[in-house]
Every structure is written in C-alpha cells, then in structure tokens.
C-alpha cells in the first residue's frame, strides 16, 4: 500500500491563540486533530514535540533567540552601511550579506511568537499592579491564562499573588 505525501493545507482549519486549550502553545497553529501521520516522524513533528517539551522556558529560549538574532541582524546592517568601505572589513561584505538574510529569516519566524509570550508577561506585570480588588477579580481569568502559557514559575508567581490578595485559598 503507497501513501501519498501530499498533503492539501488550504482545507486544515486555523485556531487562534484566544480559541484553544492551553496545551497548545504558539500564536497559530494547525489543528493536530485534523493531520494524519503518513510515515514516520516529520523534522515540523519532531519540532513541536521538542517545543511542547520546553514549557516554561519557551520564553526564555524566544527572548535569547530574539536577542541573538537581533545583533546579528544589526552587525549585518552595520558592515553593510559603516565598515564595507574601509579596507580590511571590504572582504566581510559577502558574510555580512548572508548573515543578514538569515538573522532577517529567523527574526520573521521567531518574532510573533516571542511578543505573544511578551504580551502574555505583559498581562501579569500589569496585573501584579492592580489596587483593586473588584478589577483583579475581573482580570483574573486573563492572568490564569498568561501564567499557563508561561509556564512553571509564572504560575507559581500568580498563585502566591491571588493568594496574598485572598483570592485563592
């Protein structure tokens, strides 16, 4: 029996990160339910698994990536607008080129997910400076929510606060 590889995307339906459980992580994601495994482990499966594995230092691992990523970005820029001129940095030019395109790929990968998970921090900043209490109830599903998909201390950090607050017992 032959399996076809080929696979239609245009009908796989989308979730948006407000329409999902927070098992799944990324701002936009296929729905796994509706793929089927034609044989063995696809290099995008074995990534998800690996991702899904990091809980809680997935926003670590974007914000150093981020990072990283960005000066290469800016190193690129500068040989290519400051240092090509001057004599014994012409010859990097080339490298430069390269580095540049490829830090730009990653960054336009890299940078969506990285600010939902800086939005997510975001949320519990914000939350953490709220006086009231009748607001932080309301707010208090948001919160939740931001610290699942952080993970692992941040929800240890949102419990101790709605605890301190007498919001949770």
Same mark, same amino acid.
């Given at each position: 029996?032959?399996?076809?590889?080929?696979?239609?995307?245009?009908?796989?339906?989308?979730?948006?990160?407000?329409?999902?459980?927070?098992?799944?992580?990324?701002?936009?994601?296929?729905?796994?339910?509706?793929?089927?495994?034609?044989?063995?482990?696809?290099?995008?499966?074995?990534?998800?698994?690996?991702?899904?594995?990091?809980?809680?230092?997935?926003?670590?691992?974007?914000a150093t990536?981020?990072?990283?990523?960005?000066?290469? @970005?800016?190193?690129?820029? #500068?040989? !290519?607008?400051? &240092?090509? $001129? +001057?004599?014994?940095?012409? =010859?990097?030019?080339?490298?430069?080129?390269?580095?540049?395109?490829?830090?730009?790929?990653?960054?336009?990968?890299?940078?969506?997910?990285?600010?939902? @998970?800086?939005?997510?921090? #975001?949320? !519990?900043?914000? &939350?953490? $400076? +709220?006086?009231?209490?009748? =607001?932080?109830?309301?707010?208090?599903?948001?919160?939740?929510?931001?610290?699942?998909?952080?993970?692992?201390?941040?929800?240890?950090r949102w419990?101790? @606060?709605?605890?301190?607050?007498?919001?949770?017992?």
């Amino acid at each position: 029996m032959q399996t076809s590889l080929i696979t239609n995307y245009y009908d796989l339906p989308y979730q948006h990160i407000g329409d999902r459980a927070p098992e799944q992580f990324s701002a936009m994601v296929m729905n796994p339910s509706t793929l089927r495994q034609t044989r063995g482990k696809t290099m995008a499966g074995l990534f998800s698994q690996w991702w899904a594995a990091q809980h809680g230092r997935q926003y670590l691992i974007l914000a150093t990536a981020f990072g990283a990523l960005t000066v290469l @970005f800016l190193a690129g820029v #500068s040989q !290519l607008l400051f &240092l090509q $001129e +001057i004599d014994p940095f012409s =010859e990097y030019t080339g490298l430069a080129i390269g580095i540049l395109v490829l830090s730009a790929l990653g960054l336009v990968v890299i940078t969506p997910e990285f600010l939902v @998970f800086k939005g997510h921090a #975001s949320t !519990l900043d914000e &939350l953490y $400076e +709220i006086q009231s209490t009748a =607001e932080l109830k309301r707010r208090r599903s948001e919160g939740e929510r931001s610290a699942t998909v952080l993970g692992a201390g941040h929800e240890q950090r949102w419990n101790a @606060f709605l605890q301190e607050r007498g919001l949770r017992r």
